[in-house]
């Protein structure tokens, strides 16, 4: 057999190695795949498969966005806003987001608010005056108090406070009054619903910072 020079076997090891690894495509076991549907439901978070094992989650490519947390506010029930249109007291005044996500703006009724940003909601409101009953509206919307969080299970005082920027879960056990007799300090669950109206649910720590709108449920301790 003749003896193949030694840059002819390098070249078929290298192609050898790229057929076997093409139809993972390139991927190694543990990195984590992500498929992605182009018309699916509304916009979510992103789903990851964990730790790249088992099939791709599906998530819509819309949701490929920051989380609350780190993007921009969204706006749902319960935030309450400061509109002011410039020229228009009547108009400019405090509103609160109802429970079907909407304020009621005179003259033009019912403005969706849920899963807008402040800007996107002045230019909503700004384009209805607009069309009909304000020249050239000049509009700004700000949050005069985000939503409330709630709190349930093994607190002293269970109920809906006031949310304030940059609390944790520990600081809001606190304001509820502190754990209860049978309060497991170590298993604390917050559910947050998203404006789009995904809902999710995750054991945390007690340094976990809290979302407007977030319901954080105590454990009981069983022994």
């Not at 949701?63 to 969204?74: R, S």
């Not at 604390?188 to 007690?206: F, L, Q, S």
């Amino acid at each position: 057999m003749p003896c193949l020079p030694s840059r002819f076997l390098a070249a078929l090891v290298v192609f050898a190695l790229g057929g076997a690894l093409g139809g993972c495509g390139h991927l190694l076991p543990w990195e984590p795949v992500v498929a992605v549907a182009p018309d699916a439901p509304p916009p979510g978070p992103p789903i990851a498969a964990p730790g790249g094992w088992g099939p791709a989650a599906v998530i819509p490519a819309s949701a490929l966005v920051a989380e609350e947390g780190e993007g921009p506010y969204l706006l749902d029930s319960g935030d309450k806003l400061r509109i002011f249109v410039y020229g228009h007291p009547n108009l400019s005044r405090l509103y609160t987001v109802d429970q079907q996500g909407m304020v009621s703006v005179p003259l033009i009724g019912d403005v969706p608010a849920r899963g807008r940003t402040t800007r996107g909601l002045a230019r909503a409101i700004a384009a209805r005056l607009g069309a009909q009953y304000v020249r050239d509206p000049q509009v700004t919307v700000d949050i005069s108090q985000n939503r409330p969080f709630f709190i349930l299970g093994e607190v002293r005082n269970a109920g809906q406070y006031p949310f304030v920027s940059g609390i944790t879960v520990q600081s809001a056990v606190a304001i509820a009054g502190g754990y209860g007799d049978r309060a497991d300090e170590r298993r604390v669950r917050i559910t947050r619903r998203y404006p789009n109206g995904i809902i999710e649910k995750m054991d945390v720590p007690p340094d976990y910072v809290v979302q407007p709108g977030d319901t954080i449920y105590v454990y009981e301790r069983w022994l």
